[in-house]
């Protein structure tokens, strides 16, 4: 019988302070790996006893990220599948509540043989277990797993524990990556290793020891820094390895490598250094920095909080990033809270200043009146519109309320007394929405959708069939369909069965592009292969720049 492949498994855990790019160096470690011919996957775990990040509010947890599979997990699988491409299965997403609730169910079906169930080992254990299917699904020769917060925390404690088990099980195959934070108080003017080394303290209180320590911080790591920790941790020093504060994220594999970090990692892994291919990403991290021509990119936000809105649209922002470098532009992003124009419809006007604005998805009525005023003003002004999800039911009630004439028009979720609800509850929906059967159980992951021919939507994707992601609970009511087409707008994309409105759309001679998706394309852009709606919309942001 062959032996079987070695399967590597390296952990990434957080110290000092969290919010420091945990997720973009670990997406940026399975890059290098892959760079180097390795099938890699990148899983999360997250210490929240929520099963998805599903119900969880963006605004404080940043985008629920969904996979082809429907799972709706943290934003992270997202940075994940920009940097490596991989298709993030339900098993590369772990949650406190998933574990407890699968030993709950073991042991209520008498799995545990009348044992007593343990915190200690049998979370762990199923942790663990949970890893490992990971890595059978896709079946990775290296698997990473991100611990979401940093050590010291009462709640990761079991994921350690799993780490720890795992390790001194097989100790050649398991690995440890703390990823660090160097303060500079502005007082001093330099860099301090201390919280670092209080950091890697820590977990050796847990019975674990970093092989790499990743230096977060706003400068390079200086030289002196990187032999302190060094010295703390017993590590010789090429396995202290820099991260500064880059231009773009798409750096952070550059620079890694400018560490000969992926040279390092094999060789403490014990796999073989293969030849190295990051010369496209390379050649995008440069090209970004020369771009200057500028487009201004208003994004319609609802979920705004003090900090920003960076990662709740997190996805939304890439898309418009990779579209735009690809066309050699630099995108302006501004949020636009069009709660204002409810109260002063005079303030639409400032909307004749943007290039383009992107209507995201969204849940519930706040902002919503707003909204569609701002799809109404673009669509009169012939200014780009690019709905997605929520963003294509707002166009499609602006649309029958102006142009229809059908006045309170409006969808099921906002209004469900409404005269005309041309954006209705899913049949499926309506029992679920009754019992408040939320979790995980909106229309998710990839369907299919035939385009017609001719349209703007079938002429971007340059092919008429398309599968995409999917997260919503409400549609186009079929009742308006024909006479909403009468009107002029155009259902350009439609599920195989005809039933499902997937695209709206006005054609060309009417407008340069105002076009609304019931699906999420941005979860399918990449930075090498940026999404066609995302170019066709930016297209005709660029376009109106000229004029
Ligand atoms: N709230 C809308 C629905 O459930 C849109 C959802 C979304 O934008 N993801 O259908």
Redesign the pocket.
Known sequence: MAAKKATKYIFVVGGVMSSVGKGIAAASVGKILQSRGYHVTNLKADMYVNIDAGTIRPAEHGEVFVGEDGVEADQDLGNYERFTNQTSTRENYITTGQVYAEVIRRERNLEYGGEDVEVYPDIPKEIIRRIEACQEKNKSEITIIEYGGTVGEYQLFPFLEAARMMKSKRPADVFIILISYLPTPPLLGEQKSKPTQHAVTDLYSVGLYPDFVICRADHPATLDIKRTISNVCSLPIERIISAPDVYSIYDVPVNFEKENFGNTLLKIIGLPPKRKDLADWTALAGKIKKINKEVKIGIVGKYFNFKSCKDTYISVIESVNHAAWSLGYKPNILWIDTEKYEKDKSKLKELDDLDGIIV?????KRGTEGMMLAADYTRVNKIPYFG????M?ILTIAYARNVLGLHGAN?A?MDSLTKYPV?AT?ADQVEKIKNKNYGGT?RLGTYPANLKKGSIAERAYGVSKISERH?????VNPEYIEKLEAAGLVFSGRSPSGILMEIAELPKDKHPFYLGTQF?PEFKSRPLRPHPLFTAFLKACIGRKKF
């Open positions: 995201p998805g969204g849940f519930g997605l999800c929520f963003g039911q969808s979720e954006i899913m909106m997260r919503h609970r409400y549609e999420h």
